[in-house]
């Protein structure tokens, strides 16, 4: 997937970026009552980072987690995650490559128990952007470039007030996107 930097990445109807790989993943369903404004409105970027197995990259784990297929006998860490039911809507490979497992308009299951400005239950109004990478090492130079324009695109098509990492609304729980992800390449960054 190439694409010039001033390009926005094209968003369809459901939340789809027909240019991004598609691996749907069943861990996804509606977002709640549309109507109700202030709850539902999707207003929210989540940013994490994920690894599987831990620290190590390139390989299938982060697709097989996010589609309930992760063997439990290829890595010990596996034994405890591999029942999880989670998802996210993109993950930013090492190389750039972006992957999408759910559209937009549906909820993806990547916050957990979490909260910001007095709302809980943050899958109900955020998107979530898994970074390949761990609490551990800097993420690459190319990872930023495809955040921030997809961070752009999603900002011209929803009403996008936070972009906030998993340790903003899951403090003392969660982590990431840790210490090495560096919010100042964040062109987009809006915590408020
Ligand atoms: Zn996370």
């Known amino acids: 997937m190439k694409k010039r930097d001033s390009q926005l990445y094209e968003i369809n109807a459901i939340g789809i970026i027909p240019c991004a790989a598609q691996v749907a993943s069943?861990?996804?369903d509606d977002r709640p009552n549309q109507c109700d404004v202030d709850s539902a409105a999707i207003d929210m970027v989540v940013i994490h980072n994920i690894s599987l197995p831990p620290k190590q990259y390139g390989g299938n784990g982060i697709t097989e987690l996010?589609?309930?297929q992760l063997n439990p006998d290829e890595h010990p860490y596996y034994a405890d995650i591999y029942t999880a039911k989670v998802s996210s809507h993109f993950l930013i490979r090492r190389d750039g490559a972006l992957i999408q497992f759910v559209p937009c308009a549906k909820r993806a299951w990547h916050a957990g128990i979490s909260k910001w400005k007095?709302?809980?239950?943050?899958?109900?109004?955020?998107i979530g952007i898994e970074l390949e990478g761990c609490d551990f090492e800097e993420f690459e130079a190319v990872q930023y470039k495809v955040l921030n324009a997809?961070?752009?695109s999603l900002k011209s098509t929803y009403?996008?007030?936070?972009?906030v990492g998993h340790s903003d609304i899951a403090p003392g729980r969660k982590t990431d996107p840790g210490p090495f992800?560096?919010?100042?390449?964040?062109?987009?960054?809006q915590i408020n």
């Not at 009403?159 to 972009?163: A, D, S, T």
């Not at 992800?181 to 960054?189: D, G, I, L, Q």
């Open 26 to 28: 069943p861990n996804q």
């Open 66 to 68: 996010f589609t309930n």
């Open 118 to 126: 007095n709302r809980e239950r943050c899958n109900d109004f955020s």
């Open 150 to 152: 997809l961070l752009q």
């Open 159 to 163: 009403p996008i007030q936070y972009v």
């Open 181 to 189: 992800f560096n919010w100042s390449k964040v062109a987009e960054k």
